[in-house]
C-alpha cells in the first residue's frame, strides 16, 4: 500500500463500530494528526518523534491510537515498519490491539493486507508487523520500532520499557504516540510526571505536547459529567474528566451522602422479618484493632441494602479479642438470621472458618486481594451516591464513613484511613454489601434470564461505580 496521508486513510479505510469510516472531529484533525504528521523540517522528515496526547476519559485517545498504530503499519511509508503497543499491563495494550484488528476486519481493504493473530498483525507480504508487548523491559531490547503506541502512561512508572524502546537511528520518522490522562505521582522521576514536565517547558523541538482539561469530544455532554461528577470521588472526577493530577486521594464520602443513608426507623435487630437473605461482613482484628460484625440485607422492593446489625469488640495487647465470643455471637445470627452468610478474611479466621462450617453456617472466604478491595470500595461508594443504602446512627460506623478517604492505586481504589484513626466498620460493612449486591444480582439476572422478572436498572451499576 502506498503512503497516503493519515486523515485520508482515516476516513476511506479505518472503519469504526458503526460500521463506517471514521470521520475526524476538526479538534482531531487540528490538534493531533495535523501537528503530528504534517509537520515538516528542512529535511522533508516529520518534526516531531514523540507525541504526548492528554485528554479526559472517553475523548476517542485509545481510537486515535488505534488509527496510528494501524497508519504506521499500512500506509506510512516506512519499510519494514515494527509497531509495537505497551502499556502498565499486557491487557492494557490490547485495548488499542483489539480496536486496530476489529477496525482492519471491518474494512476489506485492509484486511486484505493482513494476517491477525492474538497478539500481533502481520502483513501478507512478510514486511511489518503490529506487536503487543509485555511491561517487562528486558524483552524489549535490541528491537527496532517505527511506531511505539503508549497507552495510559500514568500507570507506567518506570523508565525501563521507555528507554528500551528508544529510537532506532536506522529509522527515518520514528514515533511514540502516547496518550494518556493525568497521573496521580508528581515527582521527578516518574515517567508520566516527567513527560509533562517536558511539554511544559516547551524545550524539546521533537516533542509535541497537548495536554486538554477541557472534554474535547462532541459526544461529552453536560448531562454525562454531571452523573459522573455525582457519582465519584472528586479526585477521582478531576483526574478522569478534567484531565487534571491530584494527590491520588480525597475523602472517601461527602457528610451529606452519609446523612441521607441514616434512616431513623431502623435500628439493632435481633427479630428480622420480611423473609430477607441476609449477609454478615467480619473484620477480625484481635489486638490493635476493632473486630466489627455487620449484619445486613437486600430489600427486594426497595432495591437498597439495609442494615441490621453491628457488633464491635476491642481487643488490646495486653487483652486481645476473645474468638469465641465473635463465634458465638456469628452463631446466634446463624440462629436469628434466616439462612445468613457470613463473609470472613482467611488470614487471621482459618481456623474459626472450620469450625463455624462444622457447626452449620455458610461461610465464605473474602480475600483481601486488590480485585477484591476495589469491588468492595466501587460497590460501597455507589450504594451510597445512588441513595440504595440504610443504615442506623450507630457512632463508630458513622464516625469512620465520614474520615475514610479513597486511595488510587494501580490496580484500582481502597478504602483507607489517616494514621491514628480506623476504617473496620466501614471495612465490615462493605464485605457485607458486596455479599449481599452479590447475592441479590445473581438471583435476579437468573430469574431475568428465565423470563420471570424485569432486570432493574439499578443493577447495571451494581458492585461498580467507578
Known amino acids: 500500500m502506498q503512503r497516503i496521508p493519515i486523515d485520508r486513510f482515516a476516513e476511506a479505510l479505518f472503519v469504526l463500530d458503526d460500521g463506517r469510516p471514521m470521520c475526524l472531529e476538526d479538534w482531531q484533525r487540528e490538534r493531533v494528526f495535523e501537528p503530528v504528521f504534517d509537520t515538516m523540517d528542512d529535511r522533508g522528515l516529520r518534526q516531531f518523534n514523540e507525541a504526548l496526547i492528554g485528554l479526559p476519559k472517553k475523548n476517542s485517545k485509545s481510537t486515535m491510537a488505534a488509527l496510528v498504530a494501524c497508519y504506521g503499519l499500512l500506509a506510512d511509508g516506512e519499510p519494514e515498519p515494527e509497531i509495537y503497543g505497551v502499556a502498565g499491563d499486557k491487557d492494557q495494550a490490547r485495548v488499542i490491539f483489539r480496536q486496530t484488528s476489529r477496525a482492519i476486519q471491518r474494512s476489506p481493504v485492509l484486511l486484505n493486507e493482513v494476517r491477525i493473530y492474538k497478539d500481533v498483525i502481520e502483513r501478507k507480504d512478510g514486511t511489518g508487523f503490529y506487536r503487543v508487548l509485555s511491561a517487562d523491559a528486558p524483552t524489549a531490547h535490541g528491537l527496532n520500532p517505527h511506531f511505539v503506541i ?13 528507554e528500551a524502546l528508544t529510537h532506532s537511528p536506522v529509522r527515518r520518522q520514528p514515533l511514540h504516540f502516547i496518550v494518556t490522562y493525568a497521573g496521580y505521582e508528581q515527582y521527578e522521576g516518574n515517567l508520566l510526571w516527567d513527560l509533562y514536565q517536558r511539554g511544559l517547558r516547551g524545550d524539546d523541538p521533537r516533542f509535541y505536547f497537548i495536554w486538554s482539561h477541557e472534554n474535547l469530544a462532541s459526544w461529552i455532554t453536560a448531562e454525562y459529567l454531571e452523573q459522573q461528577r455525582r457519582r465519584l470521588p472528586e479526585h477521582v472526577f478531576q483526574r478522569l474528566h478534567e484531565n487534571r493530577w491530584t494527590s491520588g486521594s480525597s475523602a472517601f464520602l461527602p457528610r451529606d451522602d452519609v446523612d441521607l443513608a441514616i434512616t431513623p426507623r431502623l435500628g439493632q435487630t435481633w427479630a428480622p422479618g420480611g423473609g430477607h437473605a441476609f449477609s454478615v461482613g467480619v473484620d477480625l ?3 490493635n484493632d476493632a473486630t466489627v460484625v455487620t449484619t445486613v440485607h437486600y430489600d427486594r422492593d426497595s432495591g437498597k441494602v439495609v442494615l441490621d446489625n453491628v ?8 487483652q486481645k479479642v476473645r474468638i469465641e465470643d465473635v463465634e458465638d455471637h456469628l452463631m446466634n ?11 470472613a478474611d482467611p488470614w487471621q479466621a482459618v481456623n474459626s472458618i472450620q469450625r463455624l462450617k462444622e457447626r452449620g453456617l455458610k461461610v465464605e ?10 469491588r468492595l470500595t466501587q460497590n460501597l461508594f455507589s450504594l451510597f451516591k445512588d441513595r440504595r443504602i440504610e443504615i442506623f446512627d ?10 475514610v478517604k479513597v486511595v488510587e492505586k494501580s490496580y484500582g481504589y481502597r478504602i483507607d484511613h489517616e494514621s491514628g484513626a480506623h476504617d473496620d466498620h466501614v471495612i465490615s ?3 457485607a454489601a458486596l455479599a449481599a449486591v452479590s447475592k441479590a444480582q445473581r438471583k435476579i439476572r437468573a430469574r431475568w434470564l428465565d423470563g420471570d422478572d424485569e432486570l432493574p436498572a439499578a443493577f447495571s451499576r451494581a458492585s461498580g461505580g467507578f
Not at 503508549?150 to 521507555?162: A, G, I, K, T, V
Not at 457488633?311 to 495486653?318: A, I, P, V
Not at 445470627?333 to 463473609?343: A, I, K, Q, T, W
Open 429 to 431: 460493612l462493605g464485605m
Open 285 to 287: 482484628g484481635l489486638a
Open 333 to 343: 445470627l446463624h440462629e436469628n438470621f434466616p439462612g445468613v452468610r457470613v463473609s
Open 311 to 318: 457488633k464491635t469488640w476491642r481487643g488490646s495487647k495486653l
Open 365 to 374: 472466604e473474602f480475600v483481601f486481594s486488590p480485585s477484591n478491595i476495589t
Open 150 to 162: 503508549f497507552d495510559e502512561l500514568w500507570n507506567q512508572r518506570s523508565y525501563d520499557l521507555y
Open 394 to 403: 450507630y457512632p463508630d460506623l458513622i464516625k469512620e464513613l465520614v474520615s
